[in-house]
């Protein structure tokens, strides 16, 4: 296995915290965190029809907007940690 896959490995479990932090911030609840992910996979013209059209929009971009700062920051914190592998080696 390559350094950098287990850097990246490494990364993703330490950051799980962060994960936590991020999840309490972004949803109130497991409940809210279902309805997201329902949302998110139910089609817009459906939720049109339910009258949802606009919370099934705000749900799924706040998801998005979830996963791309966990997945941002595991690569910032990897893009960093090889700089410095670089300037010490």
């Known amino acids: 296995m390559s350094l950098e ?5 490494l990364l993703l479990f330490l950051n799980i915290p962060v994960y936590k932090f991020l999840y309490r ?5 497991n409940d809210d965190y279902n309805e997201t992910v ?3 996979f139910t089609p817009n013209i459906i939720s049109l029809f339910r009258g949802e059209y ?3 929009r705000m749900n ?6 979830f996963i791309i700062i966990c997945v941002g920051i595991v690569v910032l914190e990897y893009l960093v ?3 410095v592998f670089e300037i010490l080696a």
């Open 60 to 65: 799924t971009t706040r998801l998005h907007f």
């Open 25 to 29: 911030v972004f949803f109130v609840d």
């Open 38 to 40: 329902r949302h998110t």
């Open 81 to 83: 940690l090889n700089k």
């Open 5 to 9: 896959l287990v850097m990246i490995i």
């Open 54 to 56: 606009w919370k099934d």
